[in-house]
Nanobody
Framework: VQLQASGGGLVQAGTSLTLSCTAS????????MAWFRQAPGKGREFVSA????????SYADSVKGRFTISRDITKNTVYLQMNSLKTEDTGVYYC?????????????????WGQGTLVTVSS
């Protein structure tokens, strides 16, 4: 499975951005999909996850109420809608896939990773 993340960019605080992650090589319709991020000088942290077929979601406390994860099974794509962005949301955002459908915030439990897309939020 190859994951391609896109949609990052430079935005001002308070605005919105939507990230996309498209899988190729194999359908990930039955996979648990997630987003992680890594800020400069920090470790990778969990942002959000969604199971198959998308009934269950999970969010880090820092993004709850501002970010929304969703998936389009027909397009093999998962999205992260980010609203009310803050400077502390800056980082490289990675999508990940796990071959079971249970949600977990634990990065080592994910089997496949995308290359990351950079989000920079300016004040």
């Amino acid at each position: 499975v190859q994951l391609q993340a896109s949609g990052g960019g430079l935005v001002q605080a308070g605005t919105s951005l939507t990230l996309s992650c498209t899988a190729s090589g194999r359908t990930v319709s039955s996979y648990n999909m997630a987003w992680f991020r890594q800020a400069p000088g920090k470790g990778r942290e969990f942002v959000s996850a969604i199971n198959w077929p998308g009934r269950d979601t999970s969010y880090a406390d820092s993004v709850k109420g501002r970010f929304t994860i969703s998936r389009d099974i027909t397009k093999n794509t998962v999205y992260l809608q980010m609203n009310s962005l803050k400077t502390e949301d800056t980082g490289v955002y990675y999508c990940a896939a796990r071959k079971v459908t249970s949600i977990t915030p634990s990065a080592p439990r994910y089997d496949f990773w995308g290359q990351g897309t950079l989000v920079t939020v300016s004040s």
